[in-house]
């Protein structure tokens, strides 16, 4: 899960949204936490949303900065939890 993404949508989008996509509907999956890296310190965040060292770290990128997001932990429709993967960002 690679991706490039221009700065005002990633803080447009505020958080990490957990969706399946491919089947006959679109699963979507509660983020409960992640892991959230910009330069090799990890740190643990809760919920979704982008707390303000992820937006002053987007706020403050350049273009091929990378932003990496792992560990990323989701509720599935069921209520159970599983490990979603990692996310690696590219800023365009």
Known sequence: KVGEISKTD??????????????????????????????GMLTNKVGAEFDNEVKGDVRAAKRGDRFFFSDIVVQKPDGTTTNFGNIFITVK
């Open 10 to 39: 990633i803080l447009a989008a505020g958080k990490l949204e957990a969706t399946m996509k491919d089947f006959d509907f679109e699963v979507s999956y509660k983020v409960l936490s992640y892991r959230y890296s910009k330069g």
